[in-house]
């Protein structure tokens, strides 16, 4: 998510800061998974410099929006995420989630991309608007 959102930003002229980050710390410091590069790769996107941290106390208030893939990614925020924060908190699709392609095909890796980038143009259109 935040590479294509970091791309369309730029294309749209928006100056977003954007960062990721996982509900769990067994991946800290590592690469994306190879499969997402290069699919990620051949539509422009270079996940190169990403690495793998864990969501921070800070993130909470540092962020305007913290947006989660999934339902179960949503609930291990919660109880970390201060009460005036709460509000930030927000399924990346809306209302529903993104599918985890890890153990799927090429063709997952390429839906997953294809609804980040749609959902990527809609919210920074929408950001767009209210600035």
Request: glycine content about 4%; hydrophobic content about 40%.
């Amino acid at each position: 998510m935040e590479a294509v959102l970091r791309a369309q930003a730029r294309l749209v002229g928006l100056a977003i800061e954007f960062d990721s980050a996982g509900t769990e710390n067994y991946h800290i410091g590592d690469p994306p998974d190879p499969r997402s590069v290069r699919h990620a790769q051949a539509r422009g996107y270079d996940l190169s410099t990403l690495l793998a941290r864990q969501v921070e106390l800070s993130d909470f208030a540092h962020y305007d929006i913290i947006l989660a893939a999934d339902e179960i990614n949503l609930r291990a925020l919660r109880p970390h995420c201060p009460a005036e924060h709460q509000h930030k908190l927000v399924l990346f699709l809306g209302t529903e989630a993104l599918p985890d392609p890890y153990y799927g095909e090429a063709e997952d890796f390429e839906k997953v991309l294809d609804l980040v980038e749609i959902r990527a143009k809609y919210l920074l259109t929408s950001w767009k608007r209210n600035n």
